[in-house]
């Protein structure tokens, strides 16, 4: 969980590794659009700062954080892309929905980087607020989505020195 002194779009450029010739998927949950559009857009971003084209960053958008891990499935099937990015955001509630649908998804996204050899990133904000989400979707803590986008980054240059 990010602190009040950890900004999730901090990092030292030097230590990644260039994004040039990478096809990045990103699948984007439609539900808390306000928070997962601005994700999304924090980690195409940081893919472009670190030499990622734009034509090689393909984006699908599901209904909900739940659909990720469906919609992840098939990029890795059927867009030859070198990482994944799942981006949600689930805000508690009074039920235990909240409950289910972050165990799942995060159990689903494991169970992907386990079954593939595409490496998928957990970028799913689990938040007890709203005010927690904004925070950390572009606000005082950063942004999520570009925290993300290093992390796909250096498992897609990982895949390629280990291939």
Not at 100 to 126: R, S
Not at 136 to 153: D, F, L, P, Q
Request: charged letters at 20%; a negative charge; glycine letters at 8%.
């Amino acid at each position: 969980m990010a602190t009040a002194n950890k900004n999730l779009s901090e990092y030292d450029k030097g230590t990644i590794p260039s994004a040039k010739g990478f096809r990045f998927g990103i699948v984007v949950s439609e539900w808390n659009t306000n928070i997962t559009s601005a994700l999304c857009n924090g980690a195409i971003e940081a893919l472009v700062e670190n030499e990622a084209a734009e034509k090689d960053i393909i984006r699908w958008d599901v209904p909900g954080s739940f659909e990720l891990i469906y919609g992840s499935k098939r990029m890795i099937q059927t867009q030859d892309v070198d990482a994944v990015i799942a981006i949600g955001s689930v805000i508690q509630g009074e039920t235990k929905h909240f409950d289910f649908v972050c165990e799942g998804v995060a159990q689903g996204i494991k169970d992907l980087n386990v079954q593939t050899d595409v490496p998928v990133i957990f970028c799913v904000l689990t938040d007890n607020n709203l005010q927690q989400a904004i925070d950390r979707s572009g606000g005082v803590h950063g942004n999520k989505g570009t925290e993300a986008a290093i992390a796909a980054i250096k498992m897609a240059y990982l895949k390629k020195q280990t291939a």
